[in-house]
């Protein structure tokens, strides 16, 4: 084969099936796209599998695959195409959108077409996404299913709570005993995925490394410290702390242009709200239990500072701190000293 052929290839994912677009440039010259659509499943993928060897793609650095994070829809593509060792780029489909600019139109085959331009356009840009982990997507799963258990507990919970003014005390007493074996039965849900997660980190040597690093970071725990292995891939790719910090939504933007937009800096509302509250939660804990953290703040809201930008502050401190332990692989090391 020419090795000045490139291979770009645009999917939209979705539940019942994906739809592709396939550009071949060869010499620098684009070719014509082929589209096609295949079910998202096993057979789907067999099937795909013979329409890229029909057209000769290169399962190699000359092809890159682009499809937007879809959730869990796109895992069967991602496990595919880390077998086969086909460059994917499974990218924010926020991010992708805009870079789209003014676009009229929608339909699966139109953004497959557009993925596979994003593609060609940024190639140089493009990283591709690591191999697909069946342990941490397992973690991951096990982290998101806690999560939404212990929604559970505590929607029926307040649920209880918010009838006690309502009804009378026989009625009351009647409703809580009849949730309350469903409450049960989720706490032991949730302490069998625990055991599980903790099993799962023991027996992997290298998330046991990662997770021992980032718990002797003040402000970090076990949940904190599971969530960041899940969200960053056991912080494939070398992620700096500015990078996590900014998902995390804790990096203030300024807003400002000329002299008629004047605003204040502020976090943008576009971040991982859930692991933005484990750092927040981490960060009043750091207040109340490390001198270092406590002394900041209470030095900074004398100063005029507000205490939710103090706050702001520390969680920032906390994520960068947790990203230089596991680039250096060092654990944290407390050197603040308390004045006499």
Same mark, same amino acid.
């Given at each position: 084969m020419d090795n000045t052929t490139k291979f770009f290839i645009g999917i939209d994912v979705s539940k019942p099936h994906f739809d592709v677009s396939l550009m071949a440039v060869i010499n620098h010259e684009k070719q014509t796209v082929e589209t096609g659509r295949f079910d998202n499943t096993i057979p789907g993928l067999k099937l795909f599998d013979k329409w890229l060897k029909k057209y000769r793609v290169s399962f190699d650095e000359n092809s890159l695959l682009v499809i937007e994070n879809t959730g869990i829809y796109h895992r069967l593509l991602w496990s595919y195409c880390s077998n086969k060792n086909l460059p994917i780029h499974i990218g924010n489909a926020a991010h992708i959108k805009w870079s789209f600019?003014?676009?009229?139109?929608?339909?699966?085959?139109?953004?497959?077409?557009?993925?596979?331009?994003?593609?060609?356009?940024?190639?140089?840009?493009?990283?591709a996404t690591p191999?697909?982990?069946p342990v941490l997507i397992l973690l991951k799963d096990l982290v998101t299913s806690r999560s939404k258990l212990i929604s559970q507990i505590n929607s029926i919970k307040t649920y209880i709570k918010e009838l006690k003014d309502i009804n009378d005390r026989a009625t009351q007493n009647l409703l809580a005993e009849s949730y309350k074996d469903a409450i049960k039965g989720i706490a032991k849900s949730i302490k069998k995925i625990e055991a599980e997660i903790k099993k799962i980190i023991a027996g992997?040597?290298?998330?046991?490394?990662?997770?021992?690093?980032?718990?002797?970071?003040?402000?970090?725990?076990?949940?904190?410290?599971?969530?960041?292995?899940c969200c960053t891939a056991n912080f494939a790719g070398k992620i700096n702390g500015?990078?996590? $910090?900014?998902? &995390?939504?804790?990096?203030?933007? #300024?807003?400002?242009?000329?002299?008629?937009? @004047?605003? =204040?800096?502020?976090? /943008?509302?576009?971040?991982?709200?859930?692991?933005?509250?484990?750092?927040?939660?981490? $960060?009043?804990? &750091?207040?109340?239990?490390?001198? #270092?953290?406590?002394?900041?703040?209470?030095? @900074?809201? =004398?100063?005029?500072? /507000?205490?939710?930008?103090?706050?702001?502050?520390?969680?920032?401190?906390?994520?960068?701190?947790?990203? &230089?332990?596991?680039?250096?692989?060092?654990?944290?090391?407390?050197?603040y000293i308390v004045a006499a």
């Open positions: 600019g003014i676009a009229r139109g929608k339909n699966d085959i139109i953004d497959s077409l557009r993925l596979c331009q994003y593609g060609f356009k940024e190639a140089d840009t493009l990283k191999g697909l982990n992997d040597p290298a998330l046991k490394t990662n997770y021992d690093l980032l718990i002797s970071v003040p402000g970090i725990g076990h949940v904190t410290a599971v969530y960041m292995l500015k990078q996590l $910090a900014c998902y &995390a939504g804790v990096v203030p933007f #300024e807003y400002q242009s000329g002299i008629s937009i @004047k605003g =204040k800096s502020r976090v /943008h509302k576009m971040a991982n709200k859930d692991l933005k509250k484990l750092v927040n939660m981490g $960060a009043l804990s &750091a207040i109340r239990c490390y001198p #270092e953290f406590r002394n900041y703040y209470e030095r @900074k809201t =004398k100063e005029g500072k /507000h205490p939710y930008s103090v706050i702001n502050a520390i969680r920032n401190k906390i994520i960068l701190r947790a990203v &230089a332990v596991v680039n250096n692989q060092k654990p944290y090391v407390n050197n």
